[in-house]
């Protein structure tokens, strides 16, 4: 049986995801998979880096994985807004790492 993590995670698998990492990093990609770690394999992702001096910038990253203990949010991308945003014109500050 799996457990209400597992079940919650389960429904965005080949959704695009944003996921937010204890280190304040924000990493956006196609969620192909995941563990009873909850560990994450994204697909086609890239980092998107916050400044408040220039536009987002966005680091390709391709397949990647994300150990689960180093997760702090994770929730699904509206793919017609995100795209619809121009990051270039976003300023921001940079997440802080997440204290526990």
């Known amino acids: 049986m799996a457990g209400a993590g597992e079940a919650g995670i389960a429904q965005y698998v080949d959704t695009t995801v944003s996921v937010i990492t204890n280190d304040g990093r924000t990493i956006v ?3 192909r998979g995941y ?3 909850t ?8 980092e998107r880096v916050y400044s408040t001096k220039s536009g987002v910038e966005q680091l390709v990253l391709g397949l990647y994985v994300i150990r689960g203990d180093n997760i702090a949010v994770i929730g699904e991308v509206d793919d017609d807004k995100d795209s619809a945003i121009d990051y270039s ?6 997440l802080k790492p997440v204290t526990h």
């Open 29 to 31: 990609g196609t969620l």
């Open 39 to 46: 560990n994450l394999i994204l697909d086609e992702c890239h």
């Open 35 to 37: 563990d009873q770690a």
């Open 89 to 94: 014109q976003v300023r921001a500050l940079p």
